[in-house]
């Protein structure tokens, strides 16, 4: 029976909008994940630590700690190597999205996002597949 609970995959959510944790809390316990959550990027890193997710959902414009913050310093911890981080912003630049790439995460979503696109950037990430490269909005061409 120990083989199940080994496989569910640990998502740490930091999110300070109540709302936007409410939806992301839905989707990721409806995928299977066990989830958890804390609203502040204060006291996020040690709880990364302490709990090693396999994956950090990490809003940018936290109350405290910035987003880039605390994916610098899990990505300046050996000992994290293996937590994944998705970050999430309200202003989804091509800047922004540069930004937090150049400081290790493995992926950004901008807000409001829809949640088939987070899902399959989330199931992306613990498959361990590299980011595609997305071109901006209006910029799609079809092949």
Same mark, same amino acid.
């Given at each position: 029976?120990?083989?199940?609970?080994?496989?569910?995959?640990?998502?740490?959510?930091?999110?300070?909008?109540?709302?936007?944790?409410?939806?992301?809390?839905?989707?990721?316990?409806? =995928?299977?994940?066990?989830?958890?959550?804390?609203?502040?990027?204060?006291?996020?890193?040690?709880?990364?630590?302490?709990?090693?997710?396999?994956?950090?959902?990490?809003?940018?414009?936290?109350? =405290?700690?910035?987003?880039? =913050?605390?994916?610098?310093?899990?990505?300046?911890?050996?000992?994290?190597?293996?937590?994944?981080?998705?970050?999430?912003?309200?202003?989804?630049?091509? #800047?922004?999205?540069?930004?937090?790439?150049? #400081?290790?995460?493995?992926?950004?979503?901008?807000?409001?996002?829809? !949640?088939?696109?987070?899902?399959?950037?989330?199931?992306?990430? !613990?498959?361990?597949?590299?980011? !595609?490269?997305?071109?901006?909005?209006?910029?799609?061409?079809?092949?």
């Amino acid at each position: 029976m120990m083989g199940e609970q080994a496989a569910r995959k640990r998502i740490l959510v930091v999110e300070d909008e109540d709302n936007i944790a409410i939806a992301l809390d839905y989707l990721m316990t409806r =995928e299977g994940y066990d989830q958890t959550r804390i609203a502040t990027g204060a006291g996020a890193v040690e709880l990364i630590r302490k709990t090693q997710p396999d994956l950090v959902l990490l809003d940018v414009m936290l109350p =405290e700690v910035s987003g880039y =913050e605390i994916c610098q310093n899990v990505r300046m911890d050996p000992g994290l190597n293996g937590v994944k981080i998705l970050m999430m912003t309200a202003r989804g630049s091509a #800047m922004e999205r540069r930004k937090g790439l150049a #400081m290790g995460a493995d992926g950004f979503i901008s807000k409001p996002f829809e !949640l088939k696109v987070l899902r399959a950037e989330v199931r992306r990430i !613990l498959a361990g597949e590299p980011a !595609l490269e997305t071109p901006p909005p209006g910029a799609a061409r079809h092949a």
